[in-house]
């Protein structure tokens, strides 16, 4: 393991050891002078509490100096002098700590073993305490995992870490986050999997896991565990079917019906309608409202459902409107919005979305699957090529893989021959068809014809001419499940669209969209217990993860012949 690219981020353990103790309890038996101290340290003052301790253990004896130096230590330790921190621990009696001081003396220790590269000697400190006192909690996980990641134990150090998250906010909780993604992300398919397995039922950490199972292809070893605060209330539909069909009473879907967004809204709507008309069964009342595709116009619709009387509601589906909703203090008819926003829904509702962000996490993990560890990534300048190519950098990067370089290409692709000159295994192309097709002989000619190509869902879009499609032969891309498998309550995909523009085409990834938008609403509390099986939707299949997002597994095609075809075992 090379420490440099897998260290947490100095920044982040810093900076919860330095603020994360701002309060301190004090202890009954401290002395009034020595309270005064520790008080200081509550209100964050700690050189000012490490002096005042300091000068306090000079006329101390015994235990009672031992503990004003310990808590000194602390202090000094927080205010960013590690070096007199460590000569006061070495002026102690460490057998006439307890409490607090015995801890905050333990967890200095268990510091300076893991900057000693001891994380042995550090772990072995950390697990000798069953309560941590409550202010030394964030510190103590933190170096927990500091420790574990020290002796090569990724995926317990990601879960000392997700531990942290309670006790952690702001920039900390953001930082350790994105940690825990790092961290998961270079734990090896196998141990992923068995070490997720045996973690303990009601471990929150097991949804982290789980979602970097699914981002990967791999199977589920039980569902996700969701707090029941985190979904709808289902209490007041009607009893389940025995394929788990329990539709609320009346849903209203918001949609920019006008607007710059009603084009793709059209495809949307029409596959939520044949995804309801298809079943037989008791349907919900059905309202659809003009949001015309504004924050205010998705906030007015949203009130005129709640004063309709709806029970769920379906949008909206501009990233401006989901943000202005969900940014609402009080939402009382649970949200399924058909776009992820800025932020994570608040409890009881969800998100699901068509992003390109999952396209470029994606084609990460094809290609990792496929020991391909060196990419070229060539995307298009808009907002849906970038946003691919900066999720697939990531992803890949983290999971060990090594971007040679990143491309963007205008709609009508120029010569970048010179750009291709590189050693490359594979290429990730977050472009449309047409400027694939320019770009293949480019990529032949550099002699990347034989590398592993995988492009975005983009690709699809401007093709439809075998005869020109035919340069795009070989190329991998996340497809709709619909496209090659039968969907419940859909007709075959090339026979919907036949007769229904709105399926045909660059739509027809929408309009499974809204097909499965409707079947979310229909079988949530089923996709609530979904194992490796998944809920079988059009796009794919779908998992709820404890956030409130549906996570998606598409299928994987490829073109052939100037077709697109299936590709079977297509992880």
């Known amino acids: 393991m090379k420490n440099a690219s897998l260290r947490l981020s100095a920044l982040s353990l810093s900076l919860a050891l330095l603020t994360s103790c701002a309060t301190t309890t004090v202890t009954p038996t401290a002395s009034p002078a020595h309270q005064a101290a520790l008080a200081q340290l509550e209100g964050g003052q700690p050189r000012e509490a490490a002096l005042a301790l300091e000068t306090q253990a000079g006329s101390l004896r015994g235990a009672a100096r031992s503990q004003a130096l310990a808590?000194?230590?602390?202090?000094?330790?927080?205010?960013?002098?590690?070096?007199?921190?460590?000569?006061?621990?070495?002026?102690?009696?460490?057998?006439h700590l307890s409490g607090a001081s015995s801890q905050r003396y333990q967890l200095l220790q268990a510091i300076q073993a893991v900057a000693a590269s001891q994380p042995a000697q550090a772990l072995t400190l950390l697990g000798s305490a069953s309560t941590v006192h409550a202010p030394l909690q964030a510190p103590w996980l933190l170096t927990t995992a500091a420790a574990h990641q020290a002796q090569g134990d990724l995926f317990a150090a990601a879960a000392?870490?997700?531990?942290?998250?309670?006790?952690?906010?702001?920039?900390?909780?953001?930082?350790?986050?994105?940690?825990?993604?790092?961290?998961?992300?270079?734990?090896?398919?196998?141990?992923?999997?068995?070490?997720?397995?045996?973690?303990?039922?009601?471990?929150?950490?097991?949804?982290?896991?789980?979602?970097?199972?699914?981002?990967?292809?791999?199977?589920?070893?039980?569902?996700?565990?969701?707090?029941?605060?985190?979904?709808?209330?289902?209490?007041?539909?009607?009893?389940?079917?025995?394929?788990?069909?329990?539709?609320?009473?009346?849903?209203?879907?918001?949609?920019?019906?006008?607007?710059?967004?009603?084009?793709?809204?059209?495809?949307?709507?029409?596959?939520?309608?044949?995804?309801?008309?298809?079943?037989?069964?008791?349907?919900?009342?059905?309202?659809?409202?003009?949001?015309?595709?504004?924050?205010?116009?998705?906030?007015?619709?949203?009130?005129?459902?709640?004063?309709?009387?709806?029970?769920?509601?379906?949008?909206?589906?501009g990233r401006d409107e989901v943000d202005a909703l969900f940014a609402r203090s009080e939402l009382p008819v649970p949200v399924q919005a058909l776009n992820h926003g800025r932020t994570l829904p608040p409890q009881g509702h969800l998100a699901f979305s068509?992003?390109?962000?999952?396209?470029?996490?994606?084609?990460?993990?094809?290609?990792?699957?496929?020991?391909?560890?060196?990419?070229?990534?060539i995307h298009s300048s808009d907002d849906n090529g970038r946003r691919a190519a900066a999720a697939f950098t990531s992803q890949f990067t983290q999971r060990g893989g090594q971007v040679l370089a990143s491309v963007a290409v205008s709609d009508t692709p120029a010569d970048i021959s010179s750009q291709l000159q590189l050693p490359a295994e594979a290429v990730f192309l977050a472009v449309r068809g047409p400027q694939a097709r320019a770009l293949a002989p480019q990529l032949a000619l550099a002699g990347l014809a034989g590398a592993t190509r995988v492009g975005s869902s983009q690709l699809t879009l401007g093709t439809g001419k075998p005869e020109d499609d035919q340069a795009l032969d070989g190329i991998a891309f996340p497809d709709e499940r619909w496209s090659s498998q039968r969907v419940d309550g859909l007709p075959a995909a090339?026979?919907?669209?036949?007769?229904?523009?709105?399926?045909?085409?660059?739509?027809?990834?929408?309009?499974?969209?809204?097909?499965?938008?409707?079947?979310?609403?229909?079988?949530?509390?089923?996709?609530?217990?979904?194992?490796?099986?998944?809920?079988?939707?059009?796009?794919?299949?779908?998992?709820?993860?404890?956030?409130?997002?549906?996570?998606?597994?598409?299928?994987?095609?490829?073109?052939s012949g100037g077709h697109a075809q299936p590709i079977v075992d297509g992880r």
Not at 355 to 376: I, T, Y
Request: without cysteine; glycine residues 10%; aromatic residues 6%.
């Open 71 to 95: 808590d000194a230590a602390w202090g000094w330790h927080l205010a960013g002098d590690g070096a007199r921190a460590q000569s006061l621990l070495g002026q102690l009696n460490s057998r």
């Open 160 to 317: 000392a870490l997700s531990r942290a998250l309670p006790v952690l906010d702001g920039a900390q909780r953001t930082q350790a986050q994105a940690d825990i993604q790092r961290l998961l992300a270079r734990v090896d398919d196998t141990t992923l999997r068995d070490r997720s397995a045996a973690l303990a039922v009601g471990d929150a950490f097991y949804n982290q896991a789980g979602r970097a199972l699914i981002a990967r292809g791999l199977s589920l070893p039980r569902p996700l565990q969701l707090d029941p605060a985190s979904l709808p209330d289902f209490s007041k539909r009607a009893t389940a079917e025995r394929d788990g069909y329990r539709p609320p009473a009346r849903i209203a879907v918001l949609l920019p019906l006008s607007g710059q967004l009603a084009t793709a809204a059209g495809p949307v709507r029409d596959g939520l309608l044949a995804g309801y008309y298809a079943e037989h069964r008791r349907r919900p009342e059905l309202q659809f409202i003009d949001t015309a595709g504004t924050a205010a116009g998705a906030l007015a619709a949203y009130d005129r459902a709640v004063a309709a009387g709806a029970d769920y509601v379906i949008g909206p589906l």
């Open 494 to 559: 090339n026979e919907l669209a036949a007769r229904l523009p709105t399926a045909r085409g660059a739509a027809a990834r929408l309009f499974a969209f809204g097909h499965d938008a409707w079947k979310i609403s229909a079988y949530l509390p089923r996709l609530a217990t979904s194992t490796d099986q998944g809920l079988p939707a059009a796009t794919g299949l779908l998992y709820l993860d404890g956030s409130g997002q549906v996570l998606r597994r598409p299928v994987w095609s490829t073109f």
């Open 354 to 377: 068509l992003a390109p962000e999952d396209d470029g996490v994606m084609a990460a993990e094809f290609l990792l699957a496929r020991e391909r560890g060196k990419a070229l990534v």
